[in-house]
């Protein structure tokens, strides 16, 4: 699936110390700059302050559960796929107060879910990453039960997205057809681009608010040479994916196969760390825990990120409904690949590679869909 020609006829040019003042308008703009930067071994999204805090001239090396930094020979910054973290968690908190109970003159007071009103400006994002972004919106703007807080966090956000000019070790975006060519859902898009040995940022927009930022960033049209060689780039990360996965008629196929072999062979390896779904920018399960002070004067509700893979995710009067490592893995796989169709009207997944990369044991998604459409056909021609 190679990419559609990503640029528009207003598509600008600018040297990558220009970044510095892209970062200081969308801070005089009042946003909190979120970018990737380089910490505890990987590529992770903070708050950055400076151009000086991205991952210049640093690559990473991915395959199924391993993951390394290497310098690059060249000052790239982003040359490098996606790490451990995800953009949802700034709209979609790991652990979020939903409401709290103060005892008052004798009486409780209610305090709902405070509006997180701080502007974002989300930097560096991915087009898996967008469409990740995409799929959250489905859930949680998007059904009979809006998430206000969520709601008040994502209309606060300006996205500067980046095309992919690289494919990671266990990237499959192109299969899954949400990249490496960014093709909405931002503000500012940046490409980067070496033409003959020159460094350089390519910058298209997509709204009236990123036109305005990037008209204060001295910049030049773009040549039809640059806009070649960035085209280039994009349709390359497209040929060298580390991963393929075929998606034709993939939620048949595991109706069909709920009972195969291959979930047994799966569950002698998975360790239900749950990983997968920590790692993963769309999964959206939830626990609630409710709590008091000791001297009860303080009640209160806190939301925590959740996983198909605990046991008592899916516990019930009686006992959990998935004890066994084969039913957590069946159910995360299942429902990202077959289940989220029906429920939202697109796959789960969006071929980032994260739960490949930060599996332990290097259980690979799409090696486990090969696996079972084989045994299918291997199924249909002994009958």
């Known amino acids: ?26 801070s005089r703009r009042g946003y909190e700059v979120i970018a990737p930067t380089l910490r505890d071994g990987a590529i992770v999204y903070d708050r950055i302050a400076s151009p000086n805090e991205l991952p210049k001239g640093w690559t990473d090396e991915q395959q199924a559960g391993k993951y390394q930094l290497k310098k690059r020979q060249d000052g790239a910054l982003f040359g490098y796929s996606v790490g451990p973290h995800s953009w949802k968690k700034f709209l979609f908190p790991s652990v979020n107060c939903v409401w709290a109970a103060q005892r008052v003159n004798g009486h409780f007071r209610v305090m709902t879910e405070e509006s997180d009103s701080v502007r974002r400006a989300f930097f560096g994002v991915r087009a898996c990453e967008l469409s990740a972004l995409a799929i959250q919106d489905k859930v949680f703007l998007e059904s009979a039960y809006v998430d206000f807080g969520y709601k008040t966090r994502r209309q606060n956000v300006f996205l500067v997205a980046v095309n992919c000019t690289q494919a990671g070790g266990t990237c499959f975006c192109d299969s899954m057809g949400t990249g490496p060519q960014v093709s909405s859902g931002y503000d500012i898009l940046l490409t980067e681009i070496f033409p003959h040995g020159e460094h350089l940022l390519l910058a298209d927009t997509a709204t009236p608010i990123g036109e305005e930022v990037l008209a204060e960033i001295p910049s030049q049209p773009a040549t039809k040479e640059q806009i070649a060689a960035a085209t280039a780039a994009v349709e390359s990360a497209a040929t060298h994916m580390g991963r393929t996965m075929a998606t034709s008629g993939l939620k048949e196929l595991l109706y069909r196969n709920v009972e195969n072999p291959r979930w047994d062979a799966l569950a002698e390896r998975c360790l239900s760390c749950a990983n997968c779904t920590m790692v993963c920018p769309t999964c959206f399960c939830s626990t609630v825990e409710d709590g008091t002070d000791l001297a009860g004067h303080r009640a209160e509700r806190i939301r925590k990120w959740d996983s198909c893979f605990t046991t008592d995710f899916s516990y019930i009067h009686g006992g959990s409904v998935r004890a066994t490592p084969r039913s957590k893995f069946r159910q995360w796989m299942m429902h990202k690949l077959a289940y989220w169709n029906d429920q939202f009207g697109t796959s789960g997944c969006t071929g980032c590679g994260r739960c490949i990369t930060w599996c332990p044991v290097g259980i690979d998604i799409t090696e486990e869909v090969r696996a079972i459409r084989d045994s299918e056909a291997t199924a249909s021609i002994s009958l």
């Open 1 to 26: 699936m190679s990419p559609k020609a990503p640029f528009s006829n207003s598509v600008r040019s600018f040297s990558p110390e220009q970044i510095s003042l892209l970062i200081g308008c969308l």
